[in-house]
């Protein structure tokens, strides 16, 4: 049940089947390139796009929008250490923008950052200052409750083959994004403090769904069944050495970031970092309104009744999926859901992206917004052919959730005529292909 209710509403609008027809060919088959005003459910993240409560909004009004020594600033970072346990914080615009920062100062040419999976921009951030990012996740079995997890063996065998002293950061996010959201136990963060002391390396958590990740610990960690949602969150952070959050996702708000860190001369560093690349340390690239929206969504992120609702909700579209016989990733995990477009569509090859077809033909039946996560967008990866579905926080309802299974239940209806897609213009970095490629029906 969710323990809240809409004060302020947005109207959407389902255009019809025609519109939403021209509105696919003149997007070139990209569903980024559609005007969000022709989206009915927006799916295609869970960053930034929540809804603010009455209580953050009401805060906005105070913000102090001083350069330096900003109110607002102050009241960011008393939430942090309540909410985090961290005393020490560089604001930043958002997330990338605090892995800028952060990388910037532990990553140099050379090194190679081990991580439970990397999301793409702390990939690249890595990359960008010379590193190898390597993905170390364990090897899931199906009823594994955590299968967020780092293995710390496979980064004992990189530490053995590259040299520990060429790891100089260790990082674990919470939940694993990149890994259909799903979460990581307290224990498995345990044994990566314990890596990270063995190598010597700066143990980083990326802490973007750290209370969805808590919620989960609570569910499923036997240590944890009696301990708040609250107490969790703190808990999980406190072997981190430092932490990366983009502000938009467990902040609960529109834009911001920050690291976090313990140690004096890293906070020096990342301090000086931060006003060069983010604004001055107590904005960092944001308006003091923007720092106080996220003091008050860190803290009602680790309500009970929030969280319960928001991880359950992302369930709730799990299972009724499920009843129309869609194949999803199982258990669903705190932000997403993720579709099997292969097992959905076993008659569009590879090449021919299932999940862009997917993904397309879900807004063409039902004005619905996912994000293909396969070969379109990954280009020669060998990985599944995934279709994302992420529910912004506090924002869809029930029918809403009715609606995204019935238009899988009408793509599956007309399964035998579909067809695939080719790329009919791409831009020149290949990573970023899925923002602006344009395709067409084969
Ligand atoms: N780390 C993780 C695990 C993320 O999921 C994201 C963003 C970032 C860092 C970067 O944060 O967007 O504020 O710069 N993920 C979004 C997504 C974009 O759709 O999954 P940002």
């Known amino acids: 049940m969710r323990a809240y209710r809409a004060k302020v509403v947005e109207p959407i609008h389902l255009p019809d089947r025609d519109e939403r027809e021209a509105n696919l060919e ?6 980024f390139n559609l005007d969000s005003e022709d989206v009915f459910i927006d799916l295609l993240t869970d960053s930034g796009t929540g809804t603010m409560s009455d209580e953050q909004w009401a805060a906005m009004m105070r913000g ?22 961290f005393e020490k914080i560089v604001p930043a615009h958002q997330g990338r923008g605090a892995e800028n920062v952060l990388y910037g100062v532990l990553i140099s040419e050379g090194d190679y950052v081990p991580n439970n999976t ?8 890595i990359v960008n200052n010379g590193g190898t990012p390597v993905d170390c996740p364990i090897d899931v079995a199906d009823d594994d409750p955590f299968k967020g997890n780092l293995d ?20 674990v996010t919470v939940t694993n994004n990149s890994m259909a959201g799903q979460p990581v136990s307290v224990e498995n963060i345990r044994e990566a403090r314990d890596v990270a002391d063995e190598i010597d390396a700066t143990f980083v958590i990326d802490a973007c769904r750290f209370a969805e990740n808590a919620y989960f610990v609570q569910q499923r960690e036997d240590e944890f069944s009696d301990a708040s949602v609250a107490d969790i969150a703190r808990e999980e952070l406190s072997f981190a ?8 996702k467990d902040a609960l708000s529109n834009i911001g970031g920050f690291v976090g860190v313990r140690d004096d001369s890293l906070f020096e560093a990342t301090k000086q970092r931060g006003i060069l690349y983010e604004g001055f340390t107590t904005y960092g690239g944001l308006a003091g309104r923007d720092l106080e929206a996220m003091a008050v969504g860190l803290r009602e992120a680790v309500t009970e009744s929030y969280i319960e609702s928001r991880v359950e909700q992302v369930a709730e579209l799990g299972n009724l999926l499920q009843e129309a016989d869609v194949p999803i990733f199982a258990p669903t995990g705190g932000h ?11 008659e569009i090859p590879r090449e021919q992206f299932p999940g862009q077809v997917l993904t397309c033909e879900l807004y063409r039946e039902g004005g619905v917004r996912g994000v293909e996560l396969g070969e379109f967008a990954f280009p020669g990866e060998d990985r599944p052919q995934l279709v994302r579905l992420c529910l912004p926080r506090r924002s869809y309802f029930r029918d809403h959730l009715e609606h995204i299974a019935e238009s899988f239940e009408k793509v599956a209806e007309r399964r035998d005529e579909l067809r695939g897609l080719t790329v009919v213009s791409e831009p020149e970095m290949e990573e970023l292909r899925h923002f602006s490629a344009e395709l067409e029906p084969v």
Do not use: C, W
């Open 152 to 171: 710390p063996d496979k980064v004992r065998d990189l530490a053995g083959d590259v040299g520990a002293e060429n790891i100089p950061v260790l990082v």
């Open 64 to 85: 102090d929008e001083a350069y330096a020594g900003s109110d607002s600033f102050k009241r960011l970072q008393d939430s942090v250490s309540d909410v985090m346990g």
């Open 336 to 346: 997403a859901v993720y579709v099997d477009a292969e097992e959905f569509l076993p």
């Open 118 to 125: 990397h999301f793409d921009t702390t990939r690249a951030h």
């Open 241 to 248: 050495d430092a932490i990366v959050m983009s502000g938009k």
């Open 26 to 31: 003149s997007a070139g088959y990209n569903v």
